[in-house]
């Protein structure tokens, strides 16, 4: 699903984010990117979602050479994606289910085609009763279970997670774990950026080591 080649990322004003970077995540595995902080891990996801791009190498999305893409072929990879965010980035003022179906909008479907949708994913996180709530009326584990139904409302190839538990406690972290592979099951590729490796290590899929830039 994802190939990189000997990727490098140096920000504006020279700070290398990533270095030699040569991975492969095969369609439908379950992968881990794990590292300190400042490790390179969300410049690693950026890539992936075109919203930064490499300084050197190649990166392939399904065997398309995704480094030098124009901004409607961004648009394009980024409908295949979905991306789940450490702190849940919903819209306050809209009920959950028009939180999940923003996606679906964007991308010019109908409300009334994309609400369905909307409430589906929603079954698929265990919330469908929390449809109409405001987002301030759930409770941050749930609130993280909305953002997985947004990132997959749209049936994407490629769920990314950047630190999904970040903000939440053990047993919730493990429940959203749990979440992950469900979605995995489902055929969607996963790959979960975190720096707890107490949820990584019981598992024995495919694990990627960020040190200071460079894979392990
Ligand atoms: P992680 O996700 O593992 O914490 P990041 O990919 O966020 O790591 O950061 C890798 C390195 O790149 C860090 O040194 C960080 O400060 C730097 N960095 C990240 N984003 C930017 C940016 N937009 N501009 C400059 N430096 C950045
Ligand atoms: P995260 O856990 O998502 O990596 P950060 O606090 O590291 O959160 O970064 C927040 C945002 O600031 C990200 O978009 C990241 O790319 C950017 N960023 C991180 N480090 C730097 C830096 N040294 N200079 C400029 N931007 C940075």
């Known amino acids: 699903m994802i190939r990189f080649e000997n990727v490098s990322k140096a920000y504006l004003g020279g700070k290398t984010a990533l270095q030699g970077i040569s991975l492969h995540l095969p369609v439908g595995s379950m992968g881990y990117l794990t590292g300190h902080s400042g490790a390179g891990k969300s410049t690693l996801l950026k890539l992936i979602m075109g919203m930064e791009k490499a300084n050197g190498g190649r990166i392939w999305f399904n065997g398309h050479d995704i480094t030098r893409l124009s901004s409607i072929e961004i648009s394009f990879l980024r409908r295949q994606i979905g991306m789940v965010h450490q702190d849940y980035r919903l ?113 024995p899929s495919t694990c990627f080591v960020l040190e200071q830039g460079h894979l392990r």
Request: charged fraction near 20%; avoid cysteine; proline fraction near 6%.
């Open 91 to 203: 819209l306050p003022h809209l009920p959950i289910v028009e939180n999940v179906s923003l996606p679906l909008i964007i991308a010019g479907m109908s409300m009334k085609e994309a609400l369905p949708r909307a409430l589906a994913a929603l079954d698929r996180v265990g919330l469908r009763d929390y449809a109409n709530h405001l987002p301030v009326y759930l409770s941050g584990g749930e609130q993280q279970r909305v953002d997985i139904a947004r990132a997959i409302v749209h049936k994407p190839q490629l769920l990314l997670a950047d630190e999904p538990t970040g903000n939440l406690d053990n047993d919730l972290s493990r429940d959203i774990f749990n979440l992950f592979k469900e979605m995995n099951a489902l055929g969607i590729t996963v790959l979960i950026a975190t720096h707890d490796l107490n949820l990584v290590q019981q598992e």
